[in-house]
Structure formats: structure tokens, C-alpha cells
């Protein structure tokens, strides 16, 4: 792992401890410090953030605000996109890769609607709606040429972008989503968590966000030292933002007789799929029989000793495979 991989972990255990132990007091500014480190690491990547208002030029009320971390200048280098899941925001989901990849791509990370600092006040709530958002946010920045690399609920967003802009979209990365899933499939899914997705999507209480991480992370081990007290004031500070809207967005990504898996199109770009094999969330089986949908332009990648959220667990590996397969 590479030196400044190492000294974030190394701060972010600092601060969780120091936390802990004065945790009636020091839990907010634990949060602050956090994401003003998490902001200094991007920075130092050459990453900028930046906001596009996607309705600038509507009269209509209905606004829809998009939030990105974009490379300062640009070097001419291959484009990325990097679309995280449903569980904290780009900056969490990706703190272990933007070092290594900001070294190889321009960059784009953006949070999606109702993450971070996205929001609409439009009422549409589809993965569709998210890559429309993304695509023309995208447009405005000046990106017209990328590859994607989107983890679970953004492979979601990822795959219905690529679909939707072909002519700008190089290759796909897709990562640990069940993106293909029939309506059998996902109550195999739901009834395997032995609890209402939502409630571990969108935590509100200790054990909610415990399984979740335990679910999410294969090694996951020291997670089991995290107490409860912790974990709740995390659910109060963190968590509490648009709760209902993250629902629905659950809610339309579970609806029933949606024929995802029997009408989902075909991508026409080259597509890596890489998945852990101790996925508890979206077992192997899908990454292959989404592998089959696609066909000959898409090959799947295995990582051992991985869970769903392989890029904690094997974030290393993780930027290997991307860079092989988009510059190879």
C-alpha cells in the first residue's frame, strides 16, 4: 500500500480514537476534522471541488444541484468518472484510490443527488434521472470524452450513462452492483439481509449501520470495536440528511415488475467487471450473468478475501484492474 494510503489510515484511526474517548464532546468536530482532511487529501491530489446548477437557464423552481471533486487542470490524460454507492459520500467511498488514480486520469467525482452536496427538488427518483443529471453536469464541466467506474448503486447510475451517451463514453468499470437483477432475484436478495434494505441503506439506528458494515467490508474485523455510543452519534451527524429522499431512491431501485433484467440494454463499450467473492450483498453469480447480458466485450475480475466493498478491502488491487483495463 502506498505511503500516503498508510498515513490516512493512520490520521483517521488517530481521530476515531481520540473520539471515542471523549465522545459526548468531540464527536462534531471529530466529523469537522474529518472531512477537512478528507478535503486536504483531495486537494493534494490536485482535485478541486465544484457545484454545477443544472437549472440555471429554467425559470422553473425545481432545482437540481450537482456536486463534484474535479481535477484542478487538465493534463490531456484519459477522463475517469467515479461513481460512488448508496453509503456516504465520494470523498468516504473513495479516500483509498483518488491518490493512485489521480496519477493516471483526470478525474471526476461526483456526489450524487441527495449525497453530500447534491440535491433536486424534482421528484424523480430513478437511476435514469441520476445519470441524466450526471451527463449533462458532465456537459457543462467540459468533459466530453470518459471511461466510468461506478461501485454498486453507481454501477447502477454508471451502466445507464454509458448507455445513454455512447459516443462519450470509453469504457466501463462496474463494480459490485446488481445492476441486471430480476424481481426473484432480488427478493432472494432482500429475504437473504433478513431485514428491510433501507434500514441498512439509510441507517437510523447502531445495529442498522453495524450490519451494514459488516455486510459491506470482509475484513471487517477491528469494525467490532467501534462502540455503540459511537456509532449512534455517527447515525445523528452523518445520516441525517435527506433520509426520506434515500429511501425513495431505494424504493425505486427494489420496485417490482421494473423487467430490469429482461429489458436491460446492452452496453457497446468495452466493460471490466470486478467483484469480491465474499460478496454478501450481490453474490459472483451476478457479476457472471451480467457478464453473459453483455457479451463479448465484457470480461469479469475476481478478487479474493474481498466483500462488497471491495475497494476498502482490496483498494490496490482495485486500481490495478482499472488502470490496466482502461489504458491496456
Not at 168 to 190: A, F, I, W
Not at 259 to 279: C, F, Y
Request: one cysteine or more; charged letters at 25%; a neutral charge.
Amino acid at each position: 500500500m502506498e505511503p500516503y494510503h498508510n498515513l490516512l489510515k493512520l490520521a483517521l484511526r488517530s481521530l476515531l480514537a481520540a473520539a471515542v474517548r471523549l465522545r459526548d464532546t468531540t464527536f462534531k468536530f471529530f466529523t469537522a476534522v474529518a472531512d477537512t482532511l478528507f478535503s486536504l487529501y483531495f486537494a493534494s491530489c490536485s482535485m478541486l471541488p465544484c457545484t454545477v446548477d443544472l437549472d440555471a437557464d429554467s425559470s422553473s423552481d425545481d432545482t437540481t444541484t450537482l456536486h463534484f471533486w474535479a481535477t484542478a487542470a487538465r493534463n490531456f490524460r484519459p477522463s475517469l468518472v467515479m461513481i460512488h454507492g448508496k453509503c456516504g459520500d465520494s470523498r468516504w467511498q473513495f479516500m483509498y484510490q483518488v491518490g493512485h488514480l489521480s496519477r493516471r486520469f483526470d478525474l471526476y467525482i461526483p456526489d450524487l443527488l441527495f449525497f453530500g452536496k447534491s440535491y433536486t427538488a424534482r421528484k424523480e427518483r430513478s437511476e435514469v434521472f441520476q445519470a441524466e443529471c450526471l451527463a449533462e453536469g458532465l456537459r457543462r464541466l467540459g468533459v466530453d470524452r470518459f471511461s466510468i467506474y461506478g461501485i454498486s448503486y453507481g454501477g447502477y447510475v454508471g451502466y445507464h450513462l454509458a448507455d445513454m451517451i455512447p459516443d462519450r463514453v470509453d469504457k466501463v468499470v462496474l463494480m459490485s452492483t446488481g445492476v441486471g437483477c430480476n424481481d426473484d432475484q432480488k427478493d432472494e436478495l432482500v429475504a437473504k439481509l433478513g431485514r428491510d434494505p433501507k434500514l441498512l441503506l439509510v441507517p437510523r439506528t447502531t445495529d442498522d449501520l453495524r450490519q451494514l458494515m459488516l455486510k459491506s467490508v470482509y475484513r471487517s474485523g477491528y469494525m467490532k470495536l467501534i462502540p455503540d455510543s459511537f456509532l449512534q452519534d455517527y447515525v445523528n451527524v452523518r445520516e441525517i440528511g435527506h433520509k426520506k429522499e434515500k429511501m425513495e431512491l431505494v424504493d425505486h431501485l427494489l420496485a417490482k415488475s421494473s423487467g430490469a433484467g429482461r429489458s436491460l440494454p446492452v452496453l457497446t463499450q468495452e466493460t471490466l467487471l470486478i467483484w469480491g467473492n465474499k460478496d454478501y450483498v450481490f453474490p459472483m453469480n451476478l457479476a457472471y450473468q451480467l457478464q453473459r447480458h453483455l457479451g463479448s466485450k465484457a470480461r469479469v475480475a475476481i478478487v479474493k478475501e474481498a466483500g462488497h466493498a471491495v475497494n476498502m478491502d482490496a483498494p490496490d488491487e482495485v486500481n490495478r484492474l482499472i488502470i490496466s483495463f482502461i489504458l491496456g
